[in-house]
C-alpha cells in the first residue's frame, strides 16, 4: 500500500491509524532519510496506541518503553548500533517476541535479526511535489 502525505498531521495521523490496528506481538520497521519524518509517523503511532507523553527519538539509549497505552510499545532506533551485539546486550528478543508492539527506525541496519513476519514502512520525500510530501509504502502481513 502507498499513501501519500502532504502534511507533517498528515503523517502523524497515518502513524495513528496503523497504530489502531496493532495487536500484542506486532512489529513494525520503519526506514528514511534523515528528517523525512520518521519521528512525526513514530508519534503518531504512539498517540494510536493511546500514549500521551511525549515520544522523541532515543538515538543514543536505543530503545524507549511506554507501558501507559492499549499495549506495550517499545520504540527502538538503531542508527547508532555498531553490530549486533549491542542488540543481544539489550535483550531485543524479548521486546521482538513479547506481547508488546515493537517499532524499529533504521530498521535496515538490523535486517539479520528481524522477524520475517513485519509490517514495513518506507518513507520517502520528493522535493519537486512540495516540502511536506512524503510517499509512505506499508508492506507486510495483516
Given at each position: ?64 518503553e511506554?507501558?501507559?497505552?492499549r ?70 502481513t495483516?
Amino acid at each position: 500500500m502507498i499513501i501519500e502525505t502532504f502534511s507533517e498531521q498528515e503523517t502523524r495521523t497515518l502513524g495513528e491509524r496503523l497504530a489502531a490496528k496493532a495487536k500484542p506481538g506486532s512489529i513494525y520497521t520503519l526506514t528514511g532519510d534523515l528528517g523525512v519524518g520518521k519521528t512525526v509517523f513514530t508519534q503518531g503511532f504512539a498517540k494510536g496506541l493511546g500514549i500521551d507523553e511525549p515520544v522523541n527519538s532515543p538515538t543514543f539509549t536505543i530503545i524507549q518503553e511506554y507501558e501507559d497505552g492499549r499495549l506495550p510499545f517499545y520504540h527502538f532506533d538503531v542508527y547508532r548500533i555498531g553490530n549486533i551485539d549491542e542488540m543481544e546486550e539489550i535483550g531485543y528478543e524479548d521486546y521482538f517476541y513479547g506481547k508488546g508492539v515493537c517499532l524499529i527506525e533504521w530498521a535496515n541496519l538490523i535486517e539479520e535479526i528481524l522477524p520475517g513476519e513485519r509490517f514495513a514502512i518506507t518513507i520517502e520525500k520528493d522535493l519537486n511535489r512540495g516540502f511536506d510530501y512524503r510517499k509512505i509504502t506499508v508492506e507486510g502481513t495483516e
